[in-house]
């Protein structure tokens, strides 16, 4: 572990076991698929078998009249919503679309698209109906790759969509690009004319899938006074709650959604799918209701990443990169809005390059509307820059990872959107990645092959709310409204353990539902430990004035000549008075009542997240299987507040990425129906394809934040894709611009070479 | 339709249910009986979250029928601990910080009790090809193969005391 500046802590640091851990191991937990309720029944979804139709009519009396059957809605069953587009936390939806993608409306935008559910007895009664339902399809042509859809004469998804830009201009042709923007600064031209080495490349990547095992449920019950109570599995519960309120127009007081523990997220689960059906079909019934999504469900019907197309040109000049000049088209799905711009945003930030010129394009296809995956835009975008420049090195007989030092974006270096980045651990990160034991090992041995990688993530900051009410024998219960996927009701409580100096085992926290805390947005943009952990500091500071004041009133002396250190109270003008904190616990009663500390805000200063990747493969010549010998991933972290899931996040960040990289895709038909929607032929890594995979911790912290906290879940999926494709490039002499890099493609490359 | 009874052993009590011929043996133990330690993730034998021990050998309960359960012996995550004492997998699995989600833990700590009570010094190579019928997506699987390694020792002493 390298460490800059650190300060000493007690708590931080780490590795207490978390405070849900024994449920989760003994099966006690509950998660959404979990609920069950008095008098509850199931619901099952119909979903369109085409790619793109017109819904001609819909006749569900015959599965309204199945035995067991208590309703079937539609559309129709949704209120009219307004073409008008809302701020739901990480992401702007517009919610006539939203709501088209709960139960579609006049067009089905892909297969898996929903359109009509049925709520029963048994969940196979269920399913039994949805064969009654008649739908009259119109099927038309379908859409389903990046650049068919820009072409003047594809398919239409939506003749009304022309393509907005930057500055307001639209489009007077209908078209599938929902939008084009551009970051631009320098000449590049001039920097291409003068470069020492120019790379020219086109990279593509398929969609992908963030491959929660746990798929989506939601558990409603619409109660006779307007109530909605809603049991499900998100990363927001909030946001949950807002979508709700817009789909079903309900105010938001009246609705509660208790989120329930959440088997993996990614991004995938922060919009709605099942919770406002569920909602509808309770509200018909009278009864809970249950809906849960099976795997095929998942893949078709919840939103994965984009497929993407990415042309690059990268110039050096001296030994450093000098201009960049790329265009970028993403696969948004079947409604606007994919991660296109946190590709362009991200893709140089490992780098101070004076010349750029990236052009972004949305675009629509007929596959489903795309959701957040882990770092959302900046892999396939990184794949690309990453490609590239390692070309360049290659070309100049230069070691990579001294390029890049060369080239590295520090304090003050200007992202493409012009901002000047703050404090960022970006060259420490490639200094501990060249002094690294992996990468001064030498690689031996035919077919195999090193790749280095960088990445970069924003991280985000946006909303929280905390509470820490003081128990009377001194213990704290921390009520918070952040979904923890992954530990941080243990980084949250070790955060308010040290901010205090008690100890981490009097710190009960709890996850609330939407009724008994404050707003917090998402647990996503890696913010949760940082954001929420800004105001579990709050709060904790919070409990100390309090108590100063509390102990000032008991010594009658003034409030300023008390402070509070090591978890204990001491008068600064009279040595004899001093309280620990429990013993002032007990007498919070006395005092003036329950002692709460709290604290609601809107975070800022989040710190960029960097990481630099070293891999060793080996390709098999016969099978064109890509096996991964070694991986080390470097990451400036801030502070590593439990080291363990910091690891662990940067572990299964990794193993994602090796999946994207070599084996997983969306595979479709060209009338647009996937073929591979279960986990047996979408290929997610196993124990088997993946050795153990070493972390490098990096400890610059974030100015932003009182102990130094970045994010840490998102940027390590970032640098796999390019480092596994500059260490096959090196194994194999052949540069792999196509993912996967599958066992086929690469064997068809091979055997072309020869 | 009709219900057929039958009766089983499960974590060591016996029982017996009623169930449809077409329920898999996971949907019964979780929507009947209330046991929902054990997880769905695929429902067609392709994740593992559903692993439960039958007559000593592991299965994937989502794709075991209910009505073949009759006169069977089930374990199921709910019957590892005893009490409040954690068997070592699951202490492991914490101390070794194995799980993010959790959702893969009642599998995997099924899995891996299968496996060290038949090879109770398998090793990494062992470990990963008894447990590759197990998805993780959280933590790459890493720490789960470093907990499982450090409850071998653990699960020796256990046994010789
Ligand atoms: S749910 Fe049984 S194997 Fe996935
Ligand atoms: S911990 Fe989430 S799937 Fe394994």
Not at chain 1, 727 to 733: K, R, Y
């Amino acid at each position: 572990m390298t460490t800059v500046e650190k300060p000493v802590y007690s708590v931080i640091g780490t590795r207490p076991i978390r405070p849900d851990g024994v449920e989760k191991v003994t099966g006690k937990a509950q998660y959404g698929a979990d609920v069950h309720l008095p008098g509850m029944i199931y619901g099952r979804i119909l979903r369109s078998p085409h790619a793109h139709a017109r819904i001609r009519s819909i006749d569900t009396s015959a599965a309204a009249k199945h035995p067991g059957v208590l309703a079937v809605v539609t559309h129709g069953d949704l209120p009219a919503a307004d073409d008008r587009v809302e701020e739901l936390g990480e992401t702007a939806v517009n919610v006539r679309e939203l709501s088209s993608n709960i139960l579609a409306s006049d067009k089905v935008l892909y297969r898996g698209h929903a359109v009509a559910a049925v709520a029963a007895a048994s969940p196979h009664v269920a399913e039994e109906a949805l064969a009654k339902i008649k739908v009259d399809y119109e099927v038309l042509p379908a859409v389903v790759d990046v650049r068919d859809a820009m072409r003047e004469d594809a398919p239409l998804l939506n003749e009304a969509r022309r393509t907005k830009s930057m500055g307001g201009q639209v489009s007077d042709r209908p078209s599938n690009i929902a939008s084009h923007n551009q970051f631009k600064a320098g000449d590049v031209e001039a920097a291409f004319a003068e470069a020492d080495v120019v790379v020219e490349r086109e990279f593509t990547t398929k969609m992908v899938h963030q491959g929660y095992v746990e798929p989506q449920n939601a558990t409603a019950a619409w109660n006779s006074d307007g109530t909605l109570t809603v049991y499900t599995s998100t990363q927001g519960a909030f946001a949950v709650r807002a979508q709700l309120s817009e789909i079903l127009r309900h105010p938001l007081a009246r609705i509660k959604v208790v989120p329930m523990e959440i088997g993996g997220g990614f991004g995938g689960k922060t919009v709605v799918y099942l919770d406002p059906v569920a909602a509808v079909l309770s509200k018909k019934t009278g009864r809970p209701v249950k809906l849960t999504m099976n795997r095929a469900e998942v893949f078709e019907g919840t939103g994965p990443t984009s497929g993407t197309y990415i042309k690059i040109k990268a110039a050096a000049k001296d030994g450093r990169l000098t201009a960049v000049k790329a265009t970028l088209a993403y696969e948004a799905g079947a409604y606007p809005g994919s991660s296109v711009g946190a590709g362009a945003m991200t893709m140089l930030s490992p780098y101070d390059v004076e010349n750029f010129e990236i052009d972004a394009y949305d675009v629509v296809v007929n596959k489903p509307k795309t959701a957040a995956y882990r770092a959302p835009g900046a892999p396939a975008a990184a794949f690309a820059t990453e490609s590239a420049v390692d070309e360049l090195t290659k070309k100049l007989g230069i070691d990579p990872l001294d390029f890049r030092r060369n080239s590295a974006s520090r304090m003050g270096t200007r992202m493409v959107n012009g901002i000047a980045f703050p404090r960022i651990g970006n060259e420490e990160t490639l200094d501990a990645a060249i002094n690294s034991p992996h990468y001064r090992s030498p690689i031996e041995g035919p077919n195999r092959g090193r790749g280095v990688a960088s990445g970069y993530w924003f991280n985000a900051g946006m909303q929280s709310s905390v509470t820490a009410a003081v128990n009377s024998d001194g213990t704290i219960n921390l009520i918070e409204g952040s979904t923890d996927i992954g530990g941080t009701r243990a980084s949250l409580a070790m955060q308010l353990a040290e901010t205090l100096s008690v100890p981490y085992e009097t710190i009960r926290p709890t996850v609330a539902d939407t009724d008994s805390v404050g707003h917090n947005d998402v647990t996503g943009g890696s913010r949760t430990t940082f954001a929420s952990g800004l105001a579990v500091y709050e709060a904790g500071m919070d409990v100390r004035r309090q108590m100063c004041a509390r102990a000032a009133k008991l010594w009658s002396v003034d409030p300023d000549d008390v402070v509070y250190e090591g978890g204990k109270l001491r008068c600064t003008k009279d040595s004899t008075r001093e309280l620990t904190f429990s013993e002032l616990a007990k007498q919070s009663a006395r005092t003036g009542g329950p002692i709460v500390g709290k604290a609601s805000l809107l975070a800022r200063g989040a710190g960029g997240a960097f990481a630099t990747h070293i891999v060793d493969v080996e390709v098999d010549p016969e099978t064109g299987k890509t096996t991964i010998l070694r991986y080390t991933a470097v990451q400036d972290v801030g502070t590593a507040i439990h080291p363990a899931y910091v690891e662990g996040q940067i572990q299964g960040g990794v193993v994602q990425g090796i999946g994207w990289a070599l084996n997983e895709e969306y595979a479709y038909d060209e009338s647009g129906r996937m073929l591979n929607s279960s986990f047996l032929d979408y290929r997610m890594p196993t124990t088997l394809d993946v050795p153990m995979i070493d972390t490098i911790v990096v400890e610059v912290p974030n100015p932003g934040h009182p102990y130094g906290v970045r994010g840490v879940g998102e940027v390590p999926i970032v640098p796999p894709l390019a480092a596994i494709a500059n260490a096959i490039a090196d194994a194999t002499g052949h540069r792999f611009t196509d993912l996967p890099m599958s066992p086929r493609r690469v064997l068809e490359a091979l055997e072309g070479l020869e | 339709m009709r219900r057929s009874q039958v009766q089983t052993r499960l974590n060591g009590n016996d029982i017996d249910f009623l169930c449809e011929p077409r329920q898999s043996l996971l949907e019964v133990l979780r929507d009947e009986l209330g046991f929902t330690g054990s997880k769905e993730g695929c429902n067609n034998g392709n994740c593992g979250a559903c692993t439960v021990i039958m007559n000593g050998r592991i299965v994937n309960s989502c794709c075991v029928l209910a009505v073949e359960t009759e006169g069977a012996e089930i374990q199921t995550i709910e019957g590892v601990a005893h009490g409040e004492k954690l068997h070592p997998l699951q202490q492991a699995f914490l101390e070794e910080a194995a799980l993010q989600c959790g959702i893969c833990t009642p599998g995997f700590i099924m899995s891996a009790k299968a496996l060290l009570e038949r090879e109770p010094n398998a090793d990494e190579a062992r470990i990963r090809h008894w447990l590759a019928g197990n998805l993780c997506r959280c933590t790459g699987y890493d720490k789960i193969v470093k907990a499982v390694l450090s409850a071998e020792p653990q699960l020796q002493e256990a046994k010789q005391s």
